[in-house]
């Protein structure tokens, strides 16, 4: 197993990571280095105060107007408009003078005893007492998602394009081959949990709100810095907000969505914009989806200590109970056949393979593993630095695998209460799957002092390794390659097997240390 | 009647197989729905223990073992419409007379009043068992002049039930035309049988609920007006007397009884439930997915293959569930991928790529033909053009009859994808004239048929030039200006490459009908109609395009002998000029308004997003083989115009 006890230490405060080269990382704190970084195109920066935020919400208006008396139906049409059947249960109980005591008084006990059921059904899951935006944040893939500037980001999948959603509610895209950066703003885009861009196509991108799912659809050919809302399908299914997670099918033809709210997972064919519910005992909800690059799985947690993997044949599903809490992130192998997750809780990296089924045989559910062997140890680790001893380790927020299947990179909560203030930090991992499952430690990647991590993304197709792209807490975005040869490409000397680590300079001799090894059987 | 698919092994083996299974299912679910609609019926509040006593032995009783008994019979007779009526391609009526058209055809006025007569039989089973003051028709009561000899006097709120019974059987199946309930759809998610009907039960629920209450409230309303024929009517024929001492149903008063309109409205649910339970299995069966086999090592088995399957024209499930296995096939399963690629042993030929790859493009090019000849004549008469050719237009561009005089014309007529399966039509299917399309119904056996309808449909030629091979749309839209010289060039204004091909024999000038000209003119054209009508059966465009993209997509590590290469130019070719015809219709101002979105309905209202579903899946296509062959295929033949239009695929510009 590997573990963070066999990493490089990280680097002195006030260094960034650039780049890794020759099988290291390499670091640079001269400004010199930084602006070589960021004067490449794709590299911004969104400072809090440029963004205009919504200092009041819809509702509030109402104290600008004098208050008049309406009558008792006007009100209760009102309240049953707004707020449902507690609302209008709310609007008869509190109108003592209008109606008769004994409608107000059952109508209030009608209310109690709603009360007393949703609590009851909130015990049991906790979570569906939070407010919309608390379980965005609560699911989301973003550390710290309420207080973030950039709260999603979504690379195109065939281009160098990118979508990039604001503290703001709107969302930029740039394209690196185009001058125009069209911004997207709706009536109903309001708290972007997650976008991103349609497989084998090049304009759609379907944007995960509070109340509803997007699919906007970008002509890339168009001048137009403002596409006008005629532009976006608005997919909302009664009962199905807020929207935290959305995945496509690398096909391009589904698009799944989950909501902590319902137990129902969406499946959408956006184009004709219907749905299927997949609905299963258990759970109380959909809080991540993950759809394998393969296609032939999605992995959907749940918010209790229950995750599922589908098979997107038939859809039918395997259920993984954990033990101790949820499935917080998870993500796939490029082949599709392994996935690695973290639970909430617990500070390792767990594994489950899946072999493939016979070709051309349906069956039931697909086989998979018995039980998820872990593969790492992120567990809380002392590094002496000339700076003085600094603790990194802890509970996982997210994981990304980088399409090559040669680089992991691991994002690590931190925790800025805690008396030796351990940072939010990414670790990077060197992985294998052929011939046998192998990770290696490959390093940290820190930013400029006082910037903590927040979200992560591989670039779908960078040509020379691996491209990862961190959104900072500062609302800096940058770019850190990984220059290596993949294992798929053919070259000469080692058979096989280029991305060894050989450290020349590495600060521990970790190679004499017994790395996680997986056995082929 | 059925000779035509007697004939079909499919219909005989599967569909018929199917539909008895989705049936047997209904009989089987009868006795649980029955049992919950008589505690619904009987509830009382302050009653509970009596209500399940008197519950439990109705049900046990030989009244109910017997309505049982007709309710299961009602249910047959329910599946029997189902299978009779089904069709895969919807009937969209263009306009408003169309609808009427349909509605009154001779057909579906049978299907109406079979349907009325189920709905007295069921409205009578549950008037036996809810009981009570509704048990009989006649009752004994005292004569009101003061005789002691005992009379029959007709007990109305038995009377009140069956005509409701019959009035919402008679609006199942209006609706059913209106809704297009017939029309069976597949779905993009397959799911086992079970859960698929687990997770569409709710919907039923709910929908028979609220379908119910809206045919009480229209029922109520009508009652109140007409109430006293069909009463007075009954008490004639029967002998029976009007109680006076009685209330009256037929006024408000009278109606405003909350437990007759409760029993009213829970009958007509539970009938609804019933048949749209039988319904929604029949459509669950039927769409269930189909392996075919690729290739047999037995020639008796050869007919059922796919490529052989795929291009049989009838009937019309079969060809879509072939070309469904094959867009599933060509996905997920590499060793059958393996068989669509393999050559034939001896000769070394490889027939099943292209049978399968020939009849999909030729669906495709089938498609484009039809959109370019839409958008011919709406583009030369440009959009300010009057009602009367807008039905033309539509007629020319999309009617495919092989009418006997056809078949002499057109040696090998190329199968263009008929839109016709109107309820009405799958009688004559098999018959020599086969149906007008649905879009442009009235057909011809409907009343409103008129010599002058009949040449509006005359046959578009069948052996369309560019089949597969098509250079350029241009060539194509200027054909009717160049070869076209009489006054029909409208009505035949379909893209004719040599003037030989221009059907003669049903050009001789026949004067329209007075009465066809003033339906032409009534004819309130609704245009985003014409546009589902235009892709009512994209479906399976849909999987041809999948099916086809797939396979090319594996054939760049899978095909082993290179025999997708040499299809690989015409493949692009059929979709880059569907590309092309599509994008344009989508210009015309009602070919991208969405839809209402109608969710309180049976109806499957997938058709109308059809075109939408083609053009993603077009785009998806294209760029699945632009993704996987990447700059290879600027080693590929093809025109100019092509080339720019992948390389804006290969830059991710679309």
């Known amino acids: 197993m590997c573990s963070l006890a066999l990493f490089p230490p990280p680097l002195p405060s006030g260094q960034t990571t650039l780049c890794e080269s020759n099988n290291e990382l390499l670091s640079g704190a001269t400004t010199e280095d930084r602006l070589k970084q960021e004067s490449s195109p794709l590299s911004l920066y969104f400072p809090r105060e440029s963004l205009k935020l919504h200092s009041r919400t819809e509702s509030s208006s109402k104290a600008a107007f004098l208050d008049h008396s309406e009558t008792l139906w006007m009100r209760s049409a009102a309240a049953w408009r707004d707020g449902g059947l507690t609302g209008l249960l709310n609007e008869i109980t509190n109108s003592h003078t209008d109606v008769p005591k004994c409608l107000s008084v059952s109508s209030g006990c009608i209310l109690a005893l709603l009360r007393k059921i949703s609590s009851f059904h909130g015990s049991l899951f906790p979570h569906l007492t939070l407010s919309s935006e608390d379980m965005i944040a609560e699911f989301s893939q973003v550390l710290n998602w309420s207080d973030c500037v950039v709260r999603a980001f979504a690379w195109h999948p065939h281009t160098d394009k990118f979508a990039v959603a604001l503290l703001d509610d709107s969302i930029k895209i740039y394209n690196p081959k185009s001058v125009t950066t069209p911004t997207l703003k709706h009536r109903l885009q309001r708290s972007v949990a997650a976008v991103q861009w349609k497989p084998l196509c090049a304009s759609a991108l379907a944007v995960a709100c509070q109340n509803c799912l997007l699919v906007w659809h970008v002509d890339p050919c168009s001048l137009s810095t403002r596409p006008s809302s005629g532009c976006a399908q608005v997919l909302s299914h009664p009962g199905h907000s807020p929207v935290t997670s959305i995945a496509w099918s690398p096909s391009g033809s589904l698009l799944v969505s989950a909501s902590p709210m319902d137990t129902a997972m969406m499946v959408w064919d956006v184009a004709s914009e219907s749905c299927v519910p997949l609905q299963r005992v258990g759970g109380g909800g959909v809080s991540f989806l993950s759809w394998s690059p393969d296609g032939s799985h999605v992995l959907a947690s749940t918010p209790s200590a229950l995750f599922r993997v589908w098979e997107t044949r038939m859809w039918t599903c395997e259920r993984w109970p954990c033990v101790k809490g949820r499935c917080q992130s998870g993500c796939w192998s490029p082949d599709g056949s392994r996935l690695l997750f973290t639970v909430l809780g617990e500070m390792v990296i767990y594994a489950l393979t899946f072999t493939d089924t016979p070709a051309g045989v349906p069956t039931s559910t697909s086989k998979g593993p018995q039980a998820a062997a872990v593969v790492a140890d992120l567990s809380e680790t002392t590094f002496n630095t000339p700076n003085g001893d600094v603790i990194i380790g802890g509970e996982i927020q997210s994981l990304a695998w980088d399409p090559t299947g040669e680089r992991l990179a691991v994002l690590l909560k931190g925790d800025p209460q805690a008396a030796d203030r351990r940072p939010a930090i990414i670790a990077v991992f060197k992985t294998r799957t052929n011939p046998i499952f192998e990770l290696l430690p490959c390093g940290f990647i820190q930013g400029e002092l006082g910037a903590e991590p927040r979200l992560m993304q591989f670039h779908p197709n960078f040509q020379h390794g691996a491209l990862l792209t961190v959104c900072w807490s500062s609302g800096r975005i940058t770019h850190v390659p990984f220059y290596f040869m993949g294992a798929g490409v053919p070259h000469f000397g080692l058979s096989g097997s280029p991305s060894v680590p050989r450290p020349q300079a590495g600060p521990a001799d970790f190679s004499n240390h017994s790395l996680f090894t997986e056995l082929i059987s | 009647m059925f000779s035509a698919e007697q004939s079909c092994w499919f219909v005989r083996k599967v569909i018929c197989w199917r539909a008895a299974a989705s049936i047997a299912w209904a009989v089987l679910l009868l006795p649980p729905i029955t049992a919950v609609f008589v505690i619904l019926s009987k509830f009382s509040l302050l009653h509970p223990i009596q209500t399940i006593s008197e519950c439990l032995s109705l049900l046990t009783s030989a009244s109910a073992v017997f309505s049982l008994i007709l309710l299961c019979g009602v249910i047959l007779m329910v599946g029997f419409l189902n299978l009779e009526y089904y069709t895969v391609i919807p009937t969209i009526a263009c306009s408003k007379i169309a609808l009427l058209g349909q509605l009154l055809h001779p057909r579906q006025l049978v299907n109406s009043l079979v349907h009325c007569i189920m709905g007295i039989i069921v409205a009578w089973c549950c008037a036996i068992t809810i009981g009570g003051r509704y048990e009989t028709l006649g009752y004994p009561c005292a004569q009101s002049d003061g005789d002691s000899s005992p009379q029959m006097c007709l007990n109305e709120y038995h009377l009140i039930l069956l005509l409701a019974g019959a009035f919402v059987g008679f609006s199942y199946s209006l609706l059913g035309v209106i809704h297009n309930m017939n029309y069976v759809s597949f779905h993009t998610v397959q799911q086992y049988k079970y859960l698929r009907f687990k997770g569409s039960l709710p919907l039923v629920v709910k929908c028979s609920a609220t379908q119910a209450l809206k045919s009480v409230r229209n029922y109520v309303v009508v009652y109140l007006f007409l109430g006293y024929i069909p009463k007075a009517w009954i008490c004639k024929t029967l002998n029976l007397h009007l109680n006076s001492s009685a209330h009256p149903l037929d006024s408000i008063a009278g109606l405003l009884d909350f437990s007759l309109l409760y029993h009213l409205w829970i009958s007509a649910s539970f009938l609804l439930f019933t048949w749209h339970i039988t319904l929604l299995l029949f459509r669950i069966f039927v769409t269930e997915v189909y392996s075919f086999p690729v290739q047999s090592s037995f020639t008796e088995d050869v007919h059922q293959c796919l490529p052989k399957v795929l291009t049989d024209n009838q009937p019309m499930i079969l060809k879509f569930l072939a070309l469904q296995d094959l867009a599933l096939l060509s996905q997920h399963s590499p060793s059958r991928r393996c068989e669509v690629f393999s050559l034939s042993q001896p ?266 579903a083609l053009r993603a899946t077009l785009k998806t296509a294209i760029y699945r083989i632009t993704t996987m062959f990447g700059n290879h295929l600027n080693a590929i033949q093809m025109s100019a115009e092509h080339r720019k239009r992948l390389q804006q695929f290969l830059e991710y510009k679309e």
């Open chain 2, 347 to 612: 000769g070394g030929h490889p027939h099943n790529w292209n049978a399968i790859s020939k009849e999909c493009m030729s669906l495709l090019a089938d498609l484009t033909q039809r959109l370019v000849a839409y958008h011919d004549t709406v583009a030369t008469n440009g959009r300010a053009k009057s009602l009367s050719t807008g039905s033309e237009r539509k007629t020319s561009s999309e009617t495919s009859v092989t009418s006997g005089t056809d078949d002499l014309m057109s040696p090998r007529p190329t199968f263009l994808m008929k839109t016709p399966a109107s309820v009405f039509a799958r009688s004559i299917v098999g018959g020599p004239q086969s149906p007008l399309t649905a879009p442009f119904t009235p057909d011809l056996d409907s009343p409103f048929a008129s010599p002058a309808l009949r040449r509006l449909t005359a046959p578009v030629e069948q052996c369309s030039p560019w089949f597969g091979t098509v250079q350029s749309p241009h060539v194509m839209r200027r054909g009717p200006k160049l070869w076209s010289t009489s006054t029909d060039s409208q009505v035949n204004g379909s893209p004719q490459s040599s003037p030989a091909s221009v059907p003669s024999p049903k050009q001789e000038p026949s004067k329209p009908s007075l009465l066809a000209q003033f339906l032409q003119n009534r004819k309130e054209q609704l245009p985003e109609a014409s546009s589902q009508a235009l892709f009512a059966d994209s479906q399976a465009h849909i999987w041809a395009l999948e099916g086809l993209s797939y396979l090319v997509q594996a054939s760049f590590s899978e095909d082993q002998f290179g025999v997708v290469q040499t299809t690989l130019p015409s493949i692009l070719s059929c979709m880059l000029v569907l590309q092309e015809a599509v994008d344009r219709h989508f210009k015309l101002p009602h070919a991208s308004s969405k839809p209402v979105r109608s969710t309180g309905s049976m109806g499957d209202s997938t058709y109308k997003t059809l075109r939408f």
